[in-house]
């Protein structure tokens, strides 16, 4: 049984709920093969990533799939990149604006996914899911929280007792039943959205298992 732990954020700027929180809720906890515990993050810096640190320490997970709405975006985009650099276009929800400030003072510039999610995005265009890889997380307070646990992750060895963690980022578009989505703004049901994000966790599961043997 593979340990998931799926996370997601309270609604933030001017949005009454957050279309990452609803998909999150809605995908079962329990799979063949894999289990999930799931939280919900303060969408605040510093302080989301520290509730990440601390859910991890307490569910001991052996993979990490945060997810975020990205407004805007047709597709859901697992994430590639998370950089070492905060900078909001719009405050948090404790009301901090950073201007270019480094998440960790001297930390390397960027950490890559360690999921394969080059392969997974191709089997689940083959499959017919909306999905597509993003190469930014943007600088917001999900490419933090991207940024810690990749961070914390490289710093986390594995060994024949403790298998690897695996970690990445989804970005999630606003969804068509969600409230308050800004007129002309794309988006897709929530069963598609449910769907796909459970696909992906699917195959996500199956390389781990994989290479676990
Ligand atoms: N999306 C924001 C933060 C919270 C969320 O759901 C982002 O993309 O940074």
Known sequence: MIKI?????????KDVENAAAIVCQQ???QGEDYQIVKRILPTEF?????????????VMPEMVICLGQA?????VTPERVAVNLMDAPIPDNAGFVPDEVEIIPGGPT?????????????????????????????????????????????YTPAN????????????????TEQQGVPEG????????????????????VEYKWSLRL
Not at 122 to 128: E, I, P, R, V
Not at 160 to 175: K, M, R, S, V
Not at 185 to 204: S, W
Request: glycine content about 6%; aromatic content about 10%; proline content about 7%.
């Open 71 to 75: 407004g805007g975006r047709k597709d």
């Open 160 to 175: 024949e007792a403790t298998p690897a963690i695996w970690g990445d980022f989804i970005h999630i578009p606003y969804l």
């Open 27 to 29: 995908i079962p906890s």
């Open 5 to 13: 732990l799926l996370t997601a954020f309270e609604p933030f700027g």
């Open 110 to 154: 960027a950490y890559l996914t360690n999921m394969p999610i080059k392969a997974v995005v191709q089997q689940a265009k083959k499959a017919g899911y909306p999905v597509a890889i993003s190469n930014s997380a943007g600088l917001y307070v999900c490419n933090d929280i991207f940024y810690t646990l990749m961070n914390r992750i490289a």
């Open 46 to 58: 510093t302080a989301g990533a520290q509730a990440l640190m601390a859910a991890m320490d307490e």
């Open 185 to 204: 703004m794309p988006t897709l049901p929530t069963e598609q959205v449910v769907d796909t994000v459970m696909y992906l966790i699917q195959k996500f």
